[in-house]
């Protein structure tokens, strides 16, 4: 995970995506895009991934609102 902190930072973390895309490494540049990618890693471990439609996704989500 990169968060930079000033302007420097800022140039270290352009090398640093550059480099992860170069090597088709994932390069996280937030701690919410940690923790999302957590949850789907432990998701994936857990068995509990499946596909649907983005219209079946916001049938789901309507209902459980309901």
């Not at 352009?14 to 540049?29: G, N």
């Not at 701690?31 to 994936?44: E, K």
């Amino acid at each position: 995970v990169n968060t930079p902190y000033g302007t420097g930072g800022r140039l270290d973390g352009y090398e640093i995506r550059t480099a992860a895309v170069a090597r088709s490494v994932p390069c996280l540049t937030t701690v919410q895009a940690l923790a999302a990618a957590v949850q789907g890693i432990d998701a994936l471990n857990g068995g509990d991934v499946g596909v649907r439609s983005l219209q079946e996704h916001a049938e789901h989500l309507t209902a459980a609102r309901d």
